[in-house]
């Protein structure tokens, strides 16, 4: 009996990534194949290189991740889950290094102000680099005294790194959500609770978005999130991303798209997948 290959995963950035944690979280037997950007993840899916790809939304500092609304319409990619990854942040250096002895760190340019309290009070100086798991293992394959990285503790796990010192960002609730994405969508009711996610485009004509919203306060859905982005250039194509409590199949969530439709140019579900348990979390 032949057994069948695992899974693979696509997801940008180096081996030990935050990317690739949320892989390791969702899909932990899964092969994880990493990618530069995120236009590459989407290409690895379509070229037979993967099976799934995990991309990342938005983040509770940050907000929205450059580019993903835009890239999720056009990816052919159905979202069939969500998971959340707290930013924990550690300090690490080659192996027999002392946290007295690192004067200097590289990480990527976000990371650095995340954990400018603990840098500063320890005299460390640092260097934006183009990616922090990048950044370990090019620290794990040079002989720079003194020097550190600031990444995950998957990083310092894969690339043989000693943490220094551990969960040293200024926020605690930091947290990266990421959709994992499929060729192929999978509606089915997986859980008590579910999301749909859905993009639409209103009717250019006065208060479009206030009646599309509509919908779903009298019918009491909950949306959970609205964001715009403009397409093709326009001022006037404004397309919205929003993330909805419920189930299309729920006749509250039916009466609410059907209602949306009357104001709206287009409405195209992304994805319908259960809830992660972290998405009401308040400490991670």
């Known amino acids: 009996m032949t057994t069948a290959p695992p899974l693979r995963i696509a997801f940008q950035g180096d081996l030990g990534a935050y990317s690739h944690e949320a892989c390791l979280n969702a899909r932990p037997d899964a092969d994880p194949v990493p ?82 309290s603990f840098l500063d009070a320890h005299g460390i100086t640092s260097e934006a680099a183009a990616d922090s798991a990048g950044a370990a293992a090019e620290l794990a394959r040079g002989d720079e005294p003194g020097v550190g990285a600031l990444a995950s503790a998957v990083a310092a796990d894969i690339h043989g790194l000693d943490i220094l010192a551990r969960d040293i960002e200024d926020l605690q609730h930091n947290t990266t959500r990421f959709l994992l994405m499929a060729h192929k969508p999978d509606t089915s009711r997986r859980a008590e609770e579910m999301i749909t996610t859905f993009v639409f485009e209103v009717r250019n004509i006065p208060a479009a978005l206030y009646k599309a919203m509509g919908g779903f306060a009298t019918n009491g859905v909950n949306m959970t999130k609205l964001e715009s982005y403009m397409v093709g250039g326009s001022f006037t194509a404004t397309q919205f991303y929003a993330d909805i409590e419920g189930h299309p199949d729920d006749p509250a969530v039916r009466r609410a798209l059907e209602e949306l439709e009357y104001f709206t140019n287009m409405v195209e579900v992304l994805g319908v997948y259960p809830a992660d348990p972290d998405r009401h979390a308040t400490h991670r």
Do not use: W
């Open 35 to 116: 990618c530069r950007t995120f236009e590459d993840v989407i290409d690895a899916m379509h070229r037979g290189a993967a099976d799934l790809a995990m991309l990342p939304v938005e983040n509770t500092t940050y907000g929205r991740v450059a580019d993903i609304h835009r890239l999720l319409p056009q990816s052919g990619l159905h979202i069939i889950d969500e998971a959340f990854v707290r930013v924990r942040i550690n300090l690490m250096a080659p192996r027999g290094t002392t946290l007295a002895d690192v004067k200097h760190v590289r990480a990527h340019l976000v990371l650095l102000p995340q954990a400018r």
